[in-house]
T-cell receptor, first 111, second 112 residues
């Protein structure tokens, strides 16, 4: 089974901190994604990547950046965390543009 | 723009009741449709998918969904729910090789 591992399950950070959320997949998938999940808003795409060193903005990229230096790793960066970035962050990967495998999520609280 | 909408935000059922969760998509062309489920504390996982062919698709755990093109709908059904079906359900769509777009989710609570 494909596994998508997110390094932290829960994180608490202070406003203004730089935050790194890490995601690693073990099945050589080309495509990786970062979503945030909020009650009543569903999943919203922040950034995605179809290849190493490649990144594309999703629907809500403001306040975020990403890094993909290796195929298996896709990092989400909050340059200066704010309270409105308190959310559940989900990483996903896919080999073809159809079936996504999700990680367990990182619940980030910014205080 | 393509989108999916889920009008039921929270559904509460007793065990053995039948379930139907609504999903409507807005896109005039070919669309792939999915239902994902997120059990409490677990990751999102695929329940079922529709690409083409038989509009009635069967997924895991006794779930099924019917693609009705004329109604732009892809509703999820289960004849008899169990307490273990308590979860959040997301409808998702995809056009061509583009990314998935998700609905806002429906929270299902099944009362024993």
């Amino acid at each position: 089974d494909v596994k998508v591992t997110q390094s932290s399950r829960y994180l608490v950070k202070r406003t203004g901190e730089k935050v790194f959320l890490e995601c690693v997949q073990d099945m050589d998938h080309e495509n990786m994604f970062w979503y945030r999940q909020d009650p009543g808003l569903g999943l919203r795409l922040i950034y995605f990547s179809y290849d190493v060193k490649m990144k594309e903005k999703g629907d809500i990229p403001e306040g975020y950046s990403v890094s993909r230096e290796k195929k298996e790793r896709f990092s989400l960066i909050l340059e200066s965390a704010s309270t409105n970035q308190t959310s559940m962050y989900l990483c996903a990967s896919s080999l073809r543009p159809h079936i996504y495998t999700f990680g367990s999520g990182t619940r980030l609280t910014v205080v | 723009a393509q989108s999916v909408s889920q009008h039921n935000h929270h559904v509460i059922l007793s065990e053995a009741a039948s379930l139907e969760l609504g999903c409507n998509y807005s896109y005039g062309g070919t669309v792939n449709l999915f239902w994902y489920v997120q059990y409490p504390g677990q990751h999102l996982q695929l329940l079922l998918k529709y690409f083409s062919g038989d509009p009635l698709v069967k997924g895991i755990k006794g779930f099924e969904a019917e693609f009705i093109k004329s109604k732009f709908s892809f509703n999820l059904r289960k004849p008899s729910v169990q307490w273990s079906d308590t979860a959040e359900y997301f409808c998702a769509g995809q056009t061509g090789a583009n990314n998935l777009f998700f609905g806002t989710g429906t929270r299902l609570t099944v009362i024993p």
